[in-house]
Nanobody, 127 residues
Framework: QVQLVESGGGLVQAGGSLRLSCAAS????????MGWFRQAPGKEREFVGG????????DYADSVKGRFTISRDNAKNTVYLQMNSLKPEDTAVYYC????????????????????WGQGTQVTVSS
């Protein structure tokens, strides 16, 4: 069982930056693939980025490539999402999630692959 708690959301102007954090409970954090998803009103939840359990591989949605960076600190049981050059279309509730991982380079992009979810944190980007 893994419990996830996101933080770091807020209101920012377009072009600004935010860093989201996701703190995980449990002793086996380092064995989970971690992902960030977002959901805007009236839209489906979409993949933003993910990182393998080893931290050696990452994957991003095309819409955030070059602007967002995901990282993890297994010693602190925390995964981060650094968001730069934010746009109004990045406005959404952001969720972190944990998936069981096996291959060290594997990153899951589909929500159904993730077994555990946080409660979400709101990110609002004003124009």
């Amino acid at each position: 069982q893994v419990q996830l708690v996101e933080s770091g959301g807020g209101l920012v102007q377009a072009g600004g930056s935010l860093r989201l954090s996701c703190a995980a409970s449990g002793r086996t954090f380092s064995s989970y693939v971690m992902g960030w998803f977002r959901q805007a009103p009236g839209k489906e939840r979409e993949f933003v980025g993910g990182i393998s359990w080893s931290g050696g591989s990452t994957d991003y949605a095309d819409s955030v490539k070059g602007r967002f960076t995901i990282s993890r600190d297994n010693a602190k049981n925390t995964v981060y999402l650094q968001m730069n050059s934010l746009k109004p279309e990045d406005t959404a509730v952001y969720y972190c999630a944990a998936a069981y991982g096996s291959a060290p380079g594997w990153v899951a992009t589909m929500p159904k692959r993730y077994a555990y979810w946080g409660q979400g944190t709101q990110v609002t980007v004003s124009s």
